[in-house]
C-alpha cells in the first residue's frame, strides 16, 4: 500500500475514529528518501527523539513525525515539571507529547521518575509530608498510573551511578537507603505492568569501573526478582570516542536477558568545529547505530534532539557543540545520512 499523505491519512484517521486528541498527524511523504524511522524499522528496531512539547508543537513537528518513531520527553515527566508542589501536577505538557506521538504512530519512553536532578524544591528541601519512601511510591504510581498503557519504556531510575560504579549519593539513598531503586522498580510495575522499565544512565557506554557498577546493580536487581527490563545508555558522547568495547558492554546486559537501548545520543565537538572532526562525528553515529544493530536485543536508539541549534550542550559545555544530525538551520548533517544508513544496516 502507498504511504498515505498527511491529509488523507488524516481523513482516514477520522473516518476510522482514531483521531481522538487535537495533535495533528504527520503521513509519511511517498517518494522520497527514506527516513530514519523507515530505516530503523527495517530491523525492528525504533529511532528516537529527545523532543520538547514546543518543539513538537511548533519548532520541528514535520521533522519529529516522520523521521522518527519514538519520542522522548526531554523534560516534561521530570518530577519538578510534573508535580511543583507536593500533590498538586502538572501534566499539560507532558499530555500533549504523549497525545503527539500517538497522533504519529510513535513509541513514548518516558523519561523520568526518579532522577537526583531536576527535583521540586519541595523534595530538594525536605519539605514533604510523610516518609521520603511513600512519598517516592506514590509519586512513581500516579505518573506512571497515569499514563499506563501508553508508556513503552520507562526510566524508572536515572543516573543512580558516580563514575567510579558506586551508587550516587542522593537524596533517595540517603533517606532511604540502597532499596530505593529496588522499591521504584516494585512501584512502576504495579502501576504499569506492560512498560518496559529501564534504568538509565551516562558514561556507562563503554566496559569500565561505571558500567561494572551497572553491571552488578542491575545483576542483583535480577538476583532480587525485582521487574526490570533493561538498560539505557544514554551515549553523550565527543567526537571520537565512540567506546570501542561498546559492543561487548551492551552484549553483557543482553545476555542477563534484559533488553538495551541508546536513550540520548549526542557527539559534541570542540567549537569552531572543523571538517576532519564533523566526518568524525559522521562516522562515530555510524558506528553508535552499528553498535545496536550488532546486539540482537537492542531496541533502539535515540538522539538527545534536533537540531545543533537547540541541543543542552552549548550552555552546559561551553566551547562545545554541534553535537547533533541537523545544523543549526535544520539543514541535514552529513551525520544524519551515515546514521540513518547504518540503521537500515547498509552503511
Ligand atoms: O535535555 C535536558 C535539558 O533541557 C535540561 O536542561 C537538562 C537539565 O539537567 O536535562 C537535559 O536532559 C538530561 C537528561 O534528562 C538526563 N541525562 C542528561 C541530559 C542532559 O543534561
Given at each position: 500500500?502507498?504511504?498515505?499523505?498527511?491529509?488523507?491519512?488524516?481523513?482516514?484517521?477520522?473516518?476510522?475514529?482514531?483521531?481522538?486528541?487535537?495533535?495533528?498527524?504527520?503521513?509519511?511523504a511517498s517518494g522520497q528518501e527514506q527516513t530514519l524511522r523507515e530505516a530503523a524499522a527495517q530491523s525492528d528496531?525504533?529511532?528516537?527523539?529527545?523532543?520538547?512539547?514546543?518543539?513538537?508543537?511548533?519548532?520541528?513537528?514535520?521533522?519529529?513525525?516522520?523521521?522518527?518513531?519514538?519520542?522522548?520527553?526531554?523534560?516534561?515527566?521530570?518530577?519538578?515539571?510534573?508535580?511543583?508542589?507536593?500533590?498538586?501536577?502538572?501534566?499539560?505538557?507532558?499530555?500533549?507529547?504523549?497525545?503527539?506521538?500517538?497522533?504519529?504512530?510513535?513509541?513514548?519512553?518516558?523519561?523520568?521518575?526518579?532522577?537526583?536532578?531536576?527535583?521540586?524544591?519541595?523534595?530538594?528541601?525536605?519539605?514533604?509530608?510523610?516518609?521520603?519512601?511513600?512519598?517516592?511510591?506514590?509519586?512513581?504510581?500516579?505518573?506512571?498510573?497515569?499514563?499506563?498503557?501508553?508508556?513503552?519504556?520507562?526510566?524508572?531510575?536515572?543516573?543512580?551511578?558516580?563514575?567510579?560504579?558506586?551508587?550516587?549519593?542522593?537524596?533517595?539513598?540517603?533517606?532511604?537507603?540502597?532499596?530505593?531503586?529496588?522499591?521504584?522498580?516494585?512501584?512502576?510495575?504495579?502501576?504499569?505492568?506492560?512498560?518496559?522499565?529501564?534504568?538509565?544512565?551516562y558514561n556507562t557506554d563503554g566496559l569500565g569501573a561505571k558500567s561494572d557498577g551497572m553491571y552488578e546493580l542491575?545483576?542483583?536487581?535480577?538476583?532480587?526478582?525485582?521487574?526490570?527490563?533493561?538498560?539505557?545508555?544514554?551515549?553523550?558522547?565527543?567526537?571520537?570516542?565512540?567506546?570501542?568495547?561498546?559492543?561487548?558492554?551492551?552484549?553483557?546486559?543482553?545476555?542477563?536477558?534484559?533488553?538495551?537501548?541508546?536513550?540520548?545520543?549526542?557527539?559534541?565537538?570542540?567549537?569552531?568545529?572543523?571538517?576532519?572532526?564533523?566526518?568524525?562525528?559522521?562516522?562515530?553515529?555510524?558506528?553508535?547505530?552499528?553498535?545496536?544493530?550488532?546486539?540482537?536485543?537492542?531496541?533502539?536508539?535515540?538522539?538527545?534532539?534536533?537540531?545543533?541549534?537547540?541541543?543542552?550542550?552549548?550552555?552546559?559545555?561551553?566551547?562545545?557543540?554541534?553535537?547533533?544530525?541537523?545544523?543549526?538551520?535544520?539543514?541535514?548533517?552529513?551525520?544524519?545520512?551515515?546514521?540513518?544508513?547504518?540503521?537500515?544496516?547498509?552503511?
Open positions: 500500500m502507498p504511504a498515505l499523505t498527511r491529509p488523507a491519512k488524516l481523513a482516514a484517521a477520522a473516518a476510522a475514529g482514531l483521531l481522538i486528541s487535537s495533535a495533528i498527524a504527520y503521513g509519511t528496531r525504533f529511532a528516537g527523539l529527545g523532543a520538547t512539547a514546543t518543539g513538537l508543537s511548533e519548532t520541528y513537528p514535520e521533522i519529529a513525525a516522520t523521521e522518527f518513531s519514538s519520542i522522548t520527553p526531554g523534560n516534561e515527566m521530570k518530577w519538578e515539571s510534573v508535580e511543583p508542589t507536593q500533590g498538586q501536577f502538572n501534566w499539560g505538557p507532558a499530555d500533549e507529547m504523549v497525545e503527539f506521538a500517538e497522533a504519529n504512530d510513535q513509541q513514548v519512553h518516558g523519561h523520568t521518575l526518579v532522577w537526583h536532578s531536576q527535583l521540586p524544591d519541595w523534595i530538594e528541601n525536605g519539605q514533604y509530608e510523610g516518609e521520603l519512601a511513600d512519598v517516592m511510591t506514590e509519586h512513581i504510581a500516579t505518573e506512571a498510573g497515569r499514563y499506563a498503557g501508553r508508556i513503552d519504556r520507562w526510566d524508572v531510575v536515572n543516573e543512580p551511578l558516580n563514575e567510579d560504579g558506586t551508587l550516587r549519593d542522593s537524596v533517595f539513598l540517603q533517606e532511604i537507603g540502597e532499596s530505593y531503586i529496588a522499591d521504584a522498580f516494585r512501584a512502576a510495575d504495579a502501576a504499569d505492568p506492560d512498560a518496559k522499565l529501564y534504568v538509565n544512565d542491575v545483576s542483583s536487581l535480577l538476583e532480587q526478582g525485582v521487574p526490570i527490563d533493561g538498560v539505557g545508555f544514554q551515549s553523550h558522547l565527543i567526537v571520537g570516542q565512540v567506546p570501542d568495547s561498546m559492543q561487548e558492554n551492551l552484549q553483557r546486559f543482553v545476555d542477563l536477558g534484559l533488553e538495551v537501548a541508546v536513550t540520548e545520543l549526542d557527539v559534541r565537538i570542540e567549537m569552531p568545529a572543523d571538517e576532519a572532526e564533523l566526518a568524525q562525528q559522521t562516522e562515530d553515529y555510524a558506528s553508535v547505530a552499528n553498535v545496536c544493530l550488532a546486539v540482537d536485543g537492542c531496541t533502539g536508539v535515540t538522539v538527545w534532539g534536533v537540531s545543533d541549534g537547540d541541543s543542552w550542550i552549548p550552555p552546559t559545555f561551553p566551547g562545545w557543540g554541534a553535537p547533533l544530525l541537523w545544523d543549526e538551520n535544520y539543514e541535514k548533517k552529513d551525520a544524519y545520512f551515515s546514521f540513518r544508513d547504518a540503521l537500515a544496516g547498509t552503511a
